[in-house]
């Protein structure tokens, strides 16, 4: 089975331009999450998708972040413009469903804002 | 104070000891918990779930004590390759889920 794909993996921008990160999940996996890391820190979530609809988003800056998951599978979480604050690590992780299901993890993509 | 909280470390035991993790959590209404390892630059990855009667995985055990809004995971017989950072995970009764911080393990030879 093959599991989260997440691109780019690197991605190196100057600060206030605009980046997008893709995600797909395992397949038949309705909740999607994307997280954002910093170094010595634990994933914080930045919005969970139950198929399409955002049901969780009180974490995303919304004046600069945004994402979406149309059709339920695919998600795109951009942000413009960056800021050198930004620079961290966007995970993506998907489960079967919400709250006491596991979730799996993508390889993330490392940005960095110069 | 955090919704789940977890010891730092790091942690740094010899070869074959046995070493324990514990992770509080703040809310009661937490139903779900697990724990994930992770390495250096790698994503996090499930390391077991942590149901209310304990479980065992080879020499993983994980417990949940609700009394006292703890989890703890304890490795046996360490290995060189269990040195990673643990992280615990909660839910906060609403289907969403907090990481901890992540408590690093080194083992030496």
């Known amino acids: 089975e093959a599991g989260v794909v997440q691109s780019p993996r690197y991605k190196i921008i100057e600060k206030k331009q605009p980046v997008a990160f893709w995600c797909n999940p395992i397949?038949?996996?309705?909740?999607l999450y994307w997280y954002l890391q910093n170094l010595g820190q634990g994933p914080e979530l930045l919005i969970r998708?139950?198929?399409?609809?955002?049901?969780?988003d009180s974490q995303l800056p919304k004046d600069r972040f945004s994402a979406e998951r149309l059709k339920g599978v695919d998600s795109t979480l951009k942000i413009q413009p960056a800021e050198l604050g930004d620079s961290a690590v966007y995970l993506c992780?998907?489960?079967?469903?919400?709250?006491?299901?596991?979730?799996?993890f993508g390889p993330g993509t490392r940005l960095t804002v110069t | 104070r955090k919704e789940v909280e977890q010891d730092p470390g790091p942690f740094n035991v010899p070869e074959g000891a046995t070493v324990a993790f514990n992770c509080t959590y703040s809310?009661?209404?937490?139903?779900?918990f697990f724990w994930y390892r992770q390495d250096c630059r790698k994503e996090p990855k499930l390391l077991m779930s942590v149901y209310s009667s304990g479980n065992e995985d080879g020499r993983f055990t994980a417990q949940l004590n609700r009394a006292s809004q703890y989890i703890s995971l304890l490795i046996r017989d360490s290995k060189l390759s269990d040195s990673a950072t643990y992280l615990c995970?909660?839910?906060?009764?609403?289907?969403?889920?907090?990481f901890g911080a992540g408590t690093r393990l080194f083992v030496k030879a």
């Open positions: 998708y139950e198929n399409e609809e955002a049901v969780d």
């Open positions: 995970v909660g839910d906060t009764g609403g289907f969403k889920t907090i």
């Open positions: 809310n009661s209404a937490s139903q779900s």
């Open positions: 397949s038949g996996h309705n909740t």
């Open positions: 992780a998907s489960s079967k469903g919400q709250g006491l299901y596991e979730q799996y």
